[in-house]
């Protein structure tokens, strides 16, 4: 999925002054933070910085995602789309900010999710000890602002549940995720309570694969790709900003509807 991304033969910043009043309406949208590199539009949406028409196609894929979900910009109560079985993608599809040949395989014995912050019982958890929760199953569709999609079936706990069960204070403003693979992450406490966000341990009823995030990851139907982390080894509920990989390269922290 990945474009060959060299870092050593990136043009200079100023490639984006073409683009600067579709980067504007993408800031005030929510979608893009103010002061994108063009590194950081490269590496995530994996266009060809070297093309113009190539960094205006991938704006424009990230302003399309936004266009026709407007209305529920900003209202975690709403529910997105949901699709019939037929329609799951086997196997699901691949994308990290490296190449899936790069994938490092979390050994589910040694695994623990560790707790932390504002949170009553911080004893560590297990896979199996997980995956007996009660749960819920998702036909979602994944979209990723390189500008492809598919839909995929996501089951594990809500999170909202695990967060009652734990004891976290869900008062707090932020649910932050550290994984096997150095990408941070955070979401807001409203899309941690929403149903239809979970802790997914099965894709289409069968373990999640190395690929893509086994043990633990976690499934939203209102939020971009990005903001999904995979292979979780720690969650923590806390009030301080934790940002996330992407968010602090240049991408929106909301980044959903
Ligand atoms: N730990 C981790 N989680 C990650 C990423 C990553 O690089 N590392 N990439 C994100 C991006 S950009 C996308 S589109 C999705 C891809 O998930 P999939 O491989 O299950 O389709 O994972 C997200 N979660
Ligand atoms: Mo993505």
Redesign the pocket.
């Known amino acids: 999925m990945r474009s060959p991304f060299r870092p050593d033969t990136l043009p200079d910043d100023a490639v984006l002054d073409d683009h600067r009043k579709l980067i504007g309406g993408l800031e005030r949208r929510g979608l893009l933070r103010h002061g994108l590199s063009l590194g950081a539009l490269a590496m995530?949406t994996g266009c060809d910085v070297h093309r113009p028409d190539s960094v205006q196609s991938a704006l424009l894929a990230i302003r399309h995602f936004n266009d026709g979900v407007q209305a529920w910009l900003f209202n975690p109560k709403q529910l997105a789309a949901t699709y019939p079985a037929s329609r799951v993608l086997k196997p699901?599809?691949?994308?990290?900010?490296?190449d899936v040949t790069k994938v490092k395989p979390v050994n589910g014995a040694d695994w623990r999710l560790e707790l932390g912050g504002l949170i009553t019982d911080r004893r560590p958890w297990t896979v199996g000890e997980i995956a007996a929760l009660p749960p819920t199953t998702l036909i979602i569709k994944?979209i990723?602002?390189?500008g492809w999609s598919?839909i995929?079936q996501w089951s594990g706990v809500r999170l909202g549940t695990f967060l009652r069960r734990i004891g976290a204070d869900t008062k707090a403003k932020y649910v932050a995720f550290h994984?096997?693979?150095d990408?941070p992450?955070s979401i807001d406490m409203a899309t941690a309570l929403h149903p239809q966000t979970i802790l997914a341990v099965r894709y289409a009823g069968e373990t999640i694969t190395d690929?893509?995030?086994y043990p633990l990851?976690l499934r939203m139907a209102t939020k971009?790709?990005?903001?999904?982390?995979?292979?979780?080894t720690a969650m923590e509920v806390t009030n301080t900003y934790p940002g996330g990989?992407?968010e602090s390269r240049g991408f929106s922290w909301f980044g959903g509807i």
């Open positions: 995530l699901p599809k691949f994308n990290a900010y490296y994944h990723c602002v390189e598919y995929g994984t096997a693979d990408y992450s690929p893509f995030g990851r971009l790709g990005y903001k999904n982390p995979k292979w979780i990989y992407w």
